[in-house]
């Protein structure tokens, strides 16, 4: 193995503990050896370097992704490669457009009355912060060549060749992903450079979402979210059930009694609606249900709970992506002929399939009724093909 295959090595260990911030040092000292700067002999010498932060210019980058020749197993090894990002005091990087005043805060004195402080930067408590913390971090990837997806506007896109960088930002936590190990190192060191951020190392957790991942595949679930839910609802101990409702049952906004405090019911409905994200078994039930939050019932408190039930017996089950599978885009769909009792509107159903793994999936009420069961299920398959493109 050659010096240049070393140092790669190095590289991607220290990429998969999280030192992101360090990488540039060994690319550059990567870089060096190519060129026959460094020989063998003076490695032990260079490598000293390598905790050092060495930053450089584009132009040095792009010359080192131009020279450095990954080993034959590079590319799979490192493909879809997650990091964890954290901006630290992210609002305070957004610039104001307009002037803003606000008055002294505590423990500034001064020596004339009526003063007040003209602000600089937004602040945390600001009504327009988070609006122009966004607006300079989209600027800043446009910048680098990001694109902003017109589905999610916190989604960034950069494609170049065969390598493909993906950006998610929520707020201050950002989570990248990507094929090519230098661009994500690259990205990540401009960002530090520009906001300071903190390095989390490989995805884990985020938003309440726990990711596991290994060479072949990814899993996605909420274990600990959904644990909480069962905690605060005092469900721990309750007797696990293997379906999440009565499919003998229909419920209607009448049947019942009504509750004397609905607001118990309208958060647990607003829990699970999240818990949807990765918990497609229980998306039309839950949907179903969030139907009568305006005026919820008995029966319809006891329906929510089975749905608790039956997460106390699959509390880790969430979505598995394989990259073994063939690749193939497959689509199932299908209609609930004036599902909804009280509407007497039918139900529209489907779920895609990308290779073997859930990619996206749907249980919503179709906005005018059909006449035929026929009319329902041409209804589903227009919707479906409108996801599909």
Not at 91 to 114: A, D, R, W
Not at 293 to 314: E, G, N, V
Request: aromatic share 10%.
């Amino acid at each position: 193995m050659d010096c240049a295959e070393e140092i790669w090595h190095d590289l991607k260990s220290r990429y998969f503990q999280g030192d992101l911030l360090r990488i540039s040092a060994m690319q550059l000292e990567a870089y060096s050896i190519k060129q026959g700067k460094v020989t063998k002999k003076d490695l032990s010498t260079t490598t000293a370097t390598k905790h050092q932060e060495i930053r450089f210019t584009p132009q040095q980058y792009q010359a080192l992704l131009d020279l450095i020749q990954q080993p034959p197993n590079a590319t799979s090894a490192l493909n879809t490669t997650t990091a964890h990002l954290d901006v630290n005091n992210a609002f305070l990087h957004g610039e104001l457009h307009e002037e803003v005043y606000m008055s002294l805060p505590l423990g500034l004195h001064s020596t004339s009355p009526n003063q007040v402080c003209k602000l600089q930067r937004s602040i945390y408590g600001l009504k327009q912060a988070s609006r122009q913390w966004f607006a300079r971090l989209s600027s800043f990837l446009m910048q680098y060549g990001y694109q902003q997806s017109q589905s999610d506007h916190s989604l960034f896109l950069k494609f170049s060749g065969s390598s493909t960088r993906t950006f998610l930002v929520y707020i201050d936590d950002v989570v990248l992903a990507g094929n090519n190990i230098f661009e994500i190192s690259h990205i990540t060191q401009l960002l530090d450079i520009t906001f300071k951020i903190k390095d989390l190392g490989n995805l884990k957790y985020f938003l309440g979402q726990e990711v596991a991942r290994n060479k072949s595949s990814i899993h996605i679930s909420q274990r600990k979210y959904t644990l909480d839910i069962l905690s605060d609802c005092g469900m721990l101990a309750s007797r696990p059930i293997s379906t999440p409702m009565d499919y003998t049952t229909y419920l209607y906004v009448t049947t019942g009694t009504p509750l004397s405090d609905p607001f118990a019911y309208r958060r647990l409905i607003e829990c699970l609606v999240y818990l949807t994200t990765t918990r497609p078994d229980i998306t039309c039930v839950v949907h179903h249900l969030s139907q009568f939050m305006y005026a919820p019932t008995t029966t319809h408190s006891q329906a929510i709970f089975r749905i608790l039930r039956y997460l106390k017996s699959t509390p880790g089950l969430g979505l598995f992506f394989s990259s073994t599978s063939s690749l193939q885009l497959k689509t199932f769909s299908d209609s609930d002929w004036a599902g909804c009792l009280d509407t007497r509107r039918s139900i529209t159903g489907f779920s895609v399939y990308l290779r073997d793994s859930l990619i996206s999936w749907r249980s919503k009420k179709q906005p005018t009724i059909s006449h035929s069961s026929y009319e329902a299920k041409y209804r589903v398959l227009a919707t479906t093909t409108c996801e599909l493109q």
